[in-house]
């Protein structure tokens, strides 16, 4: 139980365009669900959380405007990456807690690479 | 702010060799303390949440405790399947976490 899915587990795109991923809460509904990012044999750095029906809110140093997160049901939250570029490449990493528990169950990640 | 600090960086351990991982944490209020596996190019995979001194959980090989300061991972007779980065974090519930740097963790046949 508690499986989190992410697509597209890798994205290559060119500077100046978007980029959209999902996280899925596969057997579990989640009020919250959180973004990190992870630099090259760096740790996970929270950007963001997000909950279902509400805005999310962003880390400081994190740009809202630039990372635009949805959550439009109990099951799913998105991040787009809006006119991404070379800094934005990054594995971006989502996780989501069931209802009623602390602890904090991972997807597989995003690889992002923006040319 | 939540910090927390993970000793030692890297460990490189023969299989069968039994060891312990570091975590210490400075905390206005504790949440809950979590300890994450991580493999090379994947999302963590949970192992373990303490929420309170004295308390401790296993899971096969692994052995997690909590102190008021600290919480220690200790890895029994470890296999080369083991190696991995092990991350420990501080937050849970309606916060995200505040992970530390991570052990990374060699076991040689």
């Known amino acids: 139980g508690a499986v989190v899915s992410q697509h597209p587990s890798w994205v290559i795109c060119k500077s100046g365009t978007s980029v959209k991923i999902e996280c899925r809460s596969l057997d579990f509904q989640a009020t919250t669900m959180f973004w990190y990012r992870q630099f090259p044999k760096q740790s996970l750095m929270l950007m963001a959380t997000?909950?279902?029906?509400?805005?999310?809110?962003?880390e400081q140093g994190v740009e809202k405007d630039k990372f635009l997160i949805n959550h439009a049901s109990l099951t799913l939250s998105t991040l787009t990456v809006t006119s991404a570029h070379p800094e934005d490449s990054s594995f971006y990493i989502c996780?989501?807690?069931?209802?009623?528990?602390?602890?904090?169950?991972f997807g597989p990640g995003t690889r992002l690479t923006v040319l | 702010e939540d910090q927390v600090t993970q000793s030692p960086e890297a460990l490189r351990l023969q299989e069968g060799e039994s060891s312990s991982l570091n975590c210490s944490y400075t905390v206005s209020g504790l949440r809950g303390l979590f300890w994450y596996r991580q493999d090379p190019g994947k999302g963590p995979e949970f192992l373990f949440t303490?929420?309170?001194a004295g308390e401790e959980k296993e899971k096969e090989r692994l052995k997690a405790t909590l102190t008021k300061k600290e919480s220690f991972l200790h890895i029994t007779a470890p296999k080369p399947e083991d190696s991995a980065t092990y991350l420990c974090?501080?937050?849970?519930?309606?916060?995200?976490?505040?992970f530390g740097k991570g052990t990374h963790l060699i076991i040689q046949p």
């Open positions: 974090a501080v937050g849970g519930g309606a916060d995200g976490l505040t």
């Open positions: 997000s909950n279902e029906g509400s805005k999310a809110t962003y």
């Open positions: 996780s989501a807690s069931p209802i009623g528990r602390g602890e904090q169950f």
């Open positions: 303490l929420y309170s």
